[in-house]
């Protein structure tokens, strides 16, 4: 099992950019792929970026892509996700999440796919 708890978000501008961080628990935190989503008011969550657990494929939405990356810190059992110039629609709910990999390849999309969740941290970007 896994406690998830993520960090580092605010209000900042448009423009800005901002790095998150999701401290895990655990000793086997380099078996698990992990994933960034996010939720607005009135919203379904959605994907925003996942990397392998070995930290060697990284896969980001199609909408975001070229303004985050997503890395991760085996080592301090950590996943980051960097985000920049940041535009007022990327207000949302951050929240990281962990499912135990399948290969060294395997990385997931959909929410349902991951059975370990954060508690979430607020990003909101003002115009």
């Known amino acids: 099992q896994v406690q998830l708890v993520e960090s580092g978000g605010g209000l900042v501008q448009a423009g800005d950019s901002l790095r998150l961080s999701c401290a895990a628990s655990?000793?086997?935190?380099?078996?698990?792929?992990m994933g960034w989503f996010r939720q607005s008011p009135g919203k379904e969550r959605e994907f925003v970026a996942a990397i392998t657990r070995s930290g060697g494929n990284t896969y980001s939405a199609d909408s975001l892509k070229g303004r985050l990356t997503i890395s991760r810190d085996n080592a301090k059992n950590t996943v980051y996700l960097q985000m920049t110039s940041l535009k007022p629609e990327d207000t949302a709910v951050y929240y990281c999440?962990?499912?135990?990999?399948?290969?060294?390849?395997?990385?997931?999309?959909?929410?349902?796919?991951?059975?370990?969740w954060g508690q979430g941290t607020q990003v909101t970007v003002s115009s």
């Open positions: 655990g000793r086997t935190f380099s078996s698990y792929t």
């Open positions: 999440a962990a499912r135990r990999a399948l290969s060294d390849i395997a990385y997931y999309t959909r929410s349902g796919e991951y059975g370990y």
